[in-house]
T-cell receptor, first 114, second 112 residues
Framework: DTAVSQTPKYLVTQMGNDKSIKCEQNLGHDTMYWYKQDSKKFLKIMFSYNNKELIINETVPNRFSPKSPDKAHLNLHINSLELGDSAVYFC?????????????FGQGTRLTVV | GDSVTQMEGPVTLSEEAFLTINCTYTATGYPSLFWYVQYPGEGLQLLLKATKADDKGSNKGFEATYRKETTSFHLEKGSVQVSDSAVYFCARDTGTASKLTFGTGTRLQVTL
């Protein structure tokens, strides 16, 4: 059983388009995240949601809009895609309040903007 | 702010060699510390963790000890295998908020 699943795995699109990446977790966690991994493998948090409420927004352009319909889902919508948005996007989840905030990651979505 | 610094790669070793990947963290708060591994084409998997000073995390032959006095969490393995080839990330949490800060990752390549 997949714990954190995100779709699609690959996404190739043209500049200016709008696209969405979906994420679902079946671990019963109450906190979900989006991380961005650039071409040099550097990982940086973008957003964190706890029980559908935004708790972390790390100076991400407002073209990126996360949406959490329930605590098991956190989707990422990107408007007006730019070349610099090309990266691998990882969804993750964890249980907030635990002393060690171990996060479980999805397989990643490789976004290529052309 | 919170940050993690790890040695730059790539690290290339022969099979059965000893591995050390250095990691240091900023001493703000009382973080938990983690090592994640990313195999080619896959997401990150937790390799090991430690939640307080002097704790040792271990898994699959890898070990790391939480050293408060040197603010370090170095990853070690006594005898690497080709299957250990991957990118290794050191990370810390903020201690109070649900957020991980990662190091830049170290690519390990193990050859026969």
């Amino acid at each position: 059983d997949t714990a954190v699943s995100q779709t699609p795995k690959y996404l190739v699109t043209q500049m200016g388009n709008d696209k969405s990446i979906k994420c679902e977790q079946n671990l019963g966690h109450d906190t979900m995240y989006w991380y961005k991994q650039d071409s040099k493998k550097f990982l940086k948090i973008m957003f964190s949601y706890n029980n559908k409420e935004l708790i972390i927004n790390e100076t991400v352009p407002n073209r990126f809009s996360p949406k959490s319909p329930d605590k098991a889902h956190l989707n990422l919508h990107i408007n007006s895609l730019e070349l610099g948005d090309s990266a691998v996007y990882f969804c993750a989840s964890s249980q907030a309040g635990a002393r060690n905030t171990e996060a479980f990651f999805g397989q990643g979505t490789r976004l290529t903007v052309v | 702010g919170d940050s993690v610094t790890q040695m730059e790669g790539p690290v290339t070793l022969s099979e059965e060699a000893f591995l050390t990947i250095n990691c240091t963290y900023t001493a703000t708060g009382y973080p938990s510390l983690f090592w994640y591994v990313q195999y080619p084409g896959e997401g990150l998997q937790l390799l090991l963790k430690a939640t307080k000073a002097d704790d040792k995390g271990s898994n699959k032959g890898f070990e790391a000890t939480y050293r408060k006095e040197t603010t370090s969490f170095h990853l070690e393995k006594g005898s690497v295998q080709v299957s250990d080839s991957a990118v290794y990330f050191c990370a810390r949490d903020t201690g109070t908020a649900s957020k991980l800060t990662f190091g830049t990752g170290t690519r390990l390549q193990v050859t026969l």
